[in-house]
């Protein structure tokens, strides 16, 4: 089955500063990849999400890579705010199966 | 539109009992999956069911089941519960289940004493 792996699973910004989360994968065939974002007590929510036939998508202030040849995809997150503290999870997915990571958690430090 | 609704919110069982927990997806969506999320283990897939049939399996043991009804709506299952059963069961639901975006319910924390 498919593996994720994400680091760091503690991160710590500066108000202002950019965050980066980097997570890989082991099954080539995963083709969609998705980021959540769960604040404390809540429900996980998208916040940006790749497929495998694109290298790059950019949201606002948020950003996600993808680099299919190493199996990996990252987060960038610039202008951190304190509403932007919570876990974030990265997710690899063969068709109809989910596989996350551990998640990341990030603090914003006003 | 209404979100993705699990029920009971909250339930403490003993260990050897059973618990049904349920889940109803956002109206028109066909895919459910159940996730259980532990500290430190992330979300980790249990199963997913697709008009009414399971397409995928996660590693649970046996004692982990689930279906879906004709309305979409999933039932998980475990029995003879375990101390380390413990965790918050998360549900999912999206239109087709195949890389599209997965909805979330607020999960159903359950605790085994």
């Known amino acids: 089955g498919e593996n994720v792996e994400q680091h760091p699973s503690t991160l710590s910004v500066q108000e202002g500063d950019s965050a980066v989360i980097k997570c890989t994968y082991s099954d080539s065939a995963s083709n969609y990849f998705p980021w959540y974002k769960q604040e404390l007590g809540k429900r996980p929510q998208l916040i940006i999400d790749i497929r495998s036939n694109v290298g790059e998508k950019k949201d606002q202030r948020i950003a996600v890579t993808l680099n299919k040849t190493a199996k990996h995809f990252s987060l960038h997150i610039t202008e951190t705010q304190p509403e932007d503290s919570a876990v974030y999870f990265c997710a690899a997915s063969r068709p109809s199966n989910l596989f996350f990571g551990t998640g990341t958690r990030l603090t914003v430090i006003p | ?113």
């Open chain 2, 1 to 113: 539109k209404a979100g993705v609704t699990q029920t009971p919110r909250y339930l403490i069982k003993t260990r050897g009992q059973q618990v049904t927990l349920s889940c109803s997806p956002i109206s028109g969506h066909r895919s459910v999956s159940w996730y259980q999320q532990t500290p430190g283990q992330g979300l980790q897939f249990l199963f997913e069911y697709f008009s009414e049939t399971q397409r995928n399996k996660g590693n649970f043991p046996g004692r982990f089941s689930g279906r879906q009804f004709s309305n979409s709506r999933s039932e998980m299952n475990v029995s003879t519960l375990e101390l380390g059963d413990s965790a918050l069961y998360l549900c999912a639901s999206s239109l087709q289940g195949e890389n599209t975006e997965a909805f979330f319910g607020q999960g159903t924390r359950l605790t085994v004493v």
